[in-house]
């Protein structure tokens, strides 16, 4: 009797499965959640991570956030605008717009545009989809009504029909496009992005920005990154909701807000402090949420504790046994407070569903 040895699993209804495995080695239960998380292998999960930094951890107590000091969340929606400390090279110069008239997700077709033409596209440019918030880069040109976007567009969308924006890379070298992530008071996610225009204040088209989730620099010229301090805030230039420092290119921030219908599962945190000058020093750094440990309901501005860790020039990691679930619409903020002056730290990770 022939036969081929074979192992089968089975599932609760009786029906086989295969086993995943990488080079015919098994992934097992022992496996990391995480990792098939972050290789998408598990609907409606995506691998979460966040890092901070302050300059600025002091006797009085600051959050790790660039900035420094201690953050002011937004009492409202409202409009917000985003201003840069250098007014020379942190300026956007758009050289074509218009509307395509046909297209991919890695071309646009505008066949009433010369793209050849004075001020001609070239690659590096930057090209912005103004009705989906979404960004490309031009990688070659088709003739003179076409622009390739080999990487595609950054949610994967379609040029076609869109209007559209044009940033030229080589104008100024800093920072051209910067992209804001941000919720609604319903915690709704949406996103904008934003033409920078130096110390000449950029409102933002959105009037209903009710919490910062991150900012991005997303085009830029030679210098890769701005050349000045990005600040959003609100429009009568105070207080700062959201901040890059110059030289860097995204906001360092823990500072969070779960969005509508997800849940965050913080496995990871890591904070780190130290003194300014080397000395033995510490810092008590804490990670905190509006909430109350086993209990699902927001307390508003009343942040409690969830880690809590001590930190003398090191950086220490929370040995979580279990993740911590933080339901939609918690807000969560790490910070602390040190006995001499120095710098802190920190990076949250774990997954959202």
């Known amino acids: 009797m022939a036969y081929s040895p074979a192992v089968k699993i089975i599932d609760e209804n009786g029906a086989a499965y295969g ?13 990391p959640y995480g990792y098939d998380v972050a290789e998408g292998n598990i609907a409606d999960h995506e691998a979460f991570g966040i890092i901070g930094y302050t300059p600025v951890m002091t006797t009085v107590r600051s959050d790790i956030w660039s900035a420094a000091g201690a953050y002011v969340w937004p009492a409202a929606e409202m409009q917000m605008e985003l201003h840069s400390s250098e007014n020379t090279n942190d300026i956007a110069t758009v050289i074509k717009s218009g509307t395509a008239s046909g297209g991919s997700t890695t071309t646009l077709i505008d066949v009433a545009k010369d793209f050849t033409a004075a001020t001609a596209v070239a690659v590096g440019d930057c090209v ?10 031009v990688t070659s040109l088709t003739g003179t009504t076409q622009l390739n976007i080999a990487g595609g567009f950054s949610e994967g969308g379609s040029a076609s029909g869109q209007a559209y924006r044009v940033v030229d890379y080589s104008s100024t070298s800093g920072a051209h496009v ?10 709704a996610e949406h996103r904008e992005l ?5 110390t000449s204040d950029t409102n933002t088209t959105a009037t209903d920005i009710y919490r910062i989730q991150g900012i991005h620099v997303v085009a830029a010229g030679s210098g890769n990154a ?6 959003i805030r609100e429009t009568d230039a105070a207080p700062t909701y959201g901040y890059i420092t110059a030289g860097y290119t995204e906001s360092r921030a823990i500072i969070y807000t779960v969005p509508a219908a997800k849940t965050l599962y913080i496995t990871d945190i890591r904070m780190g402090w130290a003194d300014d000058t080397n000395q033995i020093q ?8 509006n909430r109350i440990h086993n209990h699902d309901i927001l307390t508003g501005r009343i942040f409690s504790p969830f880690v809590e860790l001590l930190c003398s020039n090191a950086t220490v990691n929370a040995e979580l046994q279990f993740p911590y679930a933080m339901t939609a619409g918690t807000d969560i903020i790490a910070g602390g407070i040190a006995t001499s002056a120095g710098t802190a730290t920190a990076v949250l990770r774990g997954w959202i569903e």
Do not use: Q
């Not at 086993?19 to 496996?31: E, F, G, L, P, Q």
């Open 19 to 31: 086993v995943k495995h990488i080079s015919n080695k098994m992934r097992v239960a022992s496996t």
């Open 128 to 137: 912005i989809l103004d009705g989906t918030d979404e960004w490309g880069y």
């Open 178 to 187: 910067v992209l804001l992530d941000y919720l609604d008071d319903a915690f």
């Open 194 to 198: 934003i033409i920078c225009n130096g």
């Open 226 to 231: 701005p050349s000045g301090n990005l600040s």
């Open 282 to 289: 510490f810092a008590r750094l804490t990670l905190r949420a």
